[in-house]
């Protein structure tokens, strides 16, 4: 099991924990990777821009079987060295990008954020911005992940906002998967009570990206 003080000297692959220094390619001395080569290549890069209703999104990756281990090992084994592991390589255009976003992270279960003793999608999203915030809260305990598909339009019912958020802003809805798009439906709900200058959404990754094609 991983735990989320687990230490990683700097010169191995987060992941699989090969001496970075066996690399020999120039991009690894100039961007000083944090992963090896093999493991940057095992993300299946799928990079789509489409949108759901009307808010652009963004999808990184498919959920392949590395996408799926890497996720649990970091959610269910808390191996908190990974949070730096998932936007390698995403990191410098996305903060360009996103500069003058506030990033509003997707609730977690709390129960499993204890037990971590760490929130997994603000990690990641700190990777990237400084300016990330969580407003939307889950008013009870609740995983989306063990709900039937076709009863997945049920967790609005369960977030709420939890602050008010300023008016006028750029919004960045951050998550990690995407499989239905009922959650990050029902946050972006949420958000526009705010009236948001723009609205944007950016996931990690989906088991299922033609449901979301252009």
């Known amino acids: 099991?991983?735990?989320?003080?687990?230490?990683?000297?700097?010169?191995?692959?987060?992941i699989c924990h090969q001496n970075l220094g066996l690399e020999t390619t120039?991009?690894?001395f100039l961007q000083k990777r944090k992963i090896c080569s093999d493991c940057f290549h095992s993300f299946a890069r799928l990079d789509l821009h489409t949108h759901l209703d009307a808010y652009p999104l963004t999808i990184l990756y498919y959920y392949n079987d590395f996408f799926k281990t890497l996720l649990f090992r970091y959610k269910g084994q808390y191996d908190y060295a990974?949070?730096?592991a998932f936007l390698e390589g995403y990191q410098s255009a996305l903060q360009a990008r996103y500069r003058d976003?506030?990033?509003v992270i997707v609730p977690s279960d709390q129960g499993s954020n204890e037990k971590r003793k760490f929130i997994p999608n603000l990690a990641i999203a700190q990777s990237f911005s400084?300016?990330?915030i969580m407003p939307i809260m889950k008013t009870k305990p609740y995983k989306?992940?063990?709900q039937p598909f076709a009863a997945r339009d049920q967790v609005a019912s369960v977030l709420a906002l939890k602050e008010t958020l300023p008016a006028h802003q750029k919004?960045?809805?951050f998550d990690d998967v995407?499989?239905?798009g009922a959650t990050l439906r029902a946050c972006t709900k949420l958000l526009c009570d705010s009236h948001p200058q723009c609205l944007e959404l950016l996931v990690l990754a989906s088991h299922s990206p033609d449901n979301f094609q252009p």
């Not at 099991?1 to 987060?14: G, P, R």
């Open 178 to 180: 995407i499989t239905s």
């Open 101 to 103: 976003y506030l990033v």
């Open 144 to 146: 989306q992940s063990d």
């Open 1 to 14: 099991m991983y735990f989320h003080n687990q230490k990683i000297k700097s010169d191995e692959c987060l």
């Open 26 to 28: 120039l991009s690894y």
């Open 130 to 132: 400084a300016q990330v």
């Open 82 to 84: 990974l949070k730096d």
């Open 171 to 173: 919004l960045l809805l």
